[in-house]
């Protein structure tokens, strides 16, 4: 399975049209890396299979139902550990990627503006060394974050960088992201840690 993951991240550094075509013999494509690695059909034995959740335990498509719940152990855990093995720099961005997907998913995006017209949208969290910090897969119209007072995308920024609030970094986004409300919303939440933090220090003297 190490080797299965190794391929696969090995695989986005170097994109070609189908997972086929890493096992190309044609001279002016074929790399060996990939075959002396794992045979082909083995790897797609594997990819067919693979699953991080149980069938059987499939959640109720209520109001609180969530589209990604075959997958959401994986995303918490990288998340999670995106933000206990480093520390980002102090200028954070707040954007949008498209990842190429063409299989049978309700959230899929067509963005015919993107090179990649199909796909599924992430909103990320990244450093100036472009390191992902946070990450949230948009998964349709997400109408539990949205309130009368909050907007989606706002709430998905208040959710990105909550693990940041008032530890002195500068957020930039776009004009899709951004809002009067939003700025006033950072503002005040950074007052409030900072106030708070201010406090603690002067009980703790």
């Known amino acids: 399975m190490m080797t299965f993951v190794a391929l696969a991240l090995q695989m986005g550094h170097e994109l070609k049209d189908t997972l086929h075509d890493y096992w ?27 699953h991080f959740a149980d069938n059987s335990q499939r959640p109720d498509e209520g109001e609180e139902y969530d589209r990604l719940w075959k ?38 995006q067509y963005i015919p503006k993107k090179r990649k017209h199909f796909g599924i949208k992430i909103y990320k969290l990244c450093d100036e060394s472009w390191y992902t910090y946070d990450t949230r897969v948009y998964l349709g119209r997400d109408s539990h974050s949205a309130t009368d007072d909050m907007t989606a995308t706002h709430a998905s920024v208040r959710h990105l960088t909550s ?12 004009n899709f992201f951004s809002s009067p409300r939003l700025f006033d919303d950072l503002d005040r939440q950074n007052k409030f840690m900072w106030d708070s933090a201010a406090q603690q220090k002067r009980h703790a003297q």
């Open 24 to 50: 190309l013999r044609l001279r002016q494509l074929h790399n060996p890396f990939y075959g002396e690695t794992m045979t082909r059909d083995r790897l797609l034995h594997i990819l067919h299979f693979l």
């Open 163 to 174: 693990r940041v609030e008032g530890l002195g970094h500068k957020i930039f986004m776009d």
């Open 71 to 108: 997958l959401r152990t994986v995303f918490d855990k990288l998340n999670e550990d995106y933000a206990k093995f480093y520390n980002p720099s102090e200028h954070l961005a707040v954007d949008e990627v498209s990842v190429t997907f063409k299989g049978r998913v309700i959230f899929r």
